[in-house]
Nanobody
Framework: QAQMVESGGGLVQAGDSLRLSCSPS????????VAWFRQAPGKEREFVAG????????VTEDSVKGRFTISRDNAKNVVYLQMNNLKPEDTAIYYC?????????????????WGRGTQVTVSS
């Protein structure tokens, strides 16, 4: 079973931007819903954004709405998370995962093929 591989994290200052990428290590999730989650130290993993296979519908959590944008390029088998105007509270490990449910759901237990994550650290 293919695992997702995340990249693009780093250490930035508040107000900066980063673009995270997510691709499968093998196989293709182009016909699956893909979502980004994040987990900060001492906190539960939380939903950030999800996108349907065709990319026609995307859902973004309220806490990042207007700053984060999820998109996908099925030809390249990549899902992106563009993060603008980053804040210190965005500091977390960011993960991507897939669900075969066919619709975007925020509960992480419905997702699989989790990657190892990519660290995003935002300094004030």
């Amino acid at each position: 079973q293919a695992q997702m591989v995340e990249s693009g994290g780093g250490l930035v200052q508040a107000g900066d931007s980063l673009r995270l990428s997510c691709s499968p290590s093998g196989g293709t999730p182009s016909n699956f819903v893909v979502a980004w989650f994040r987990q900060a130290p001492g906190k539960e993993r939380e939903f950030v954004a999800g996108i349907r296979p065709s990319g026609d519908i995307a859902v973004t959590e309220d806490s990042v709405k207007g700053r984060f944008t999820i998109s996908r390029d099925n030809a390249k088998n990549v899902v992106y998370l563009q993060m603008n105007n980053l804040k210190p509270e965005d500091t977390a490990i960011y993960y991507c995962a897939v669900t075969a449910l066919g619709f975007i759901i925020k509960q992480s237990n419905h997702y699989g093929q989790w990657g190892r994550g990519t660290q995003v650290t935002v300094s004030s």
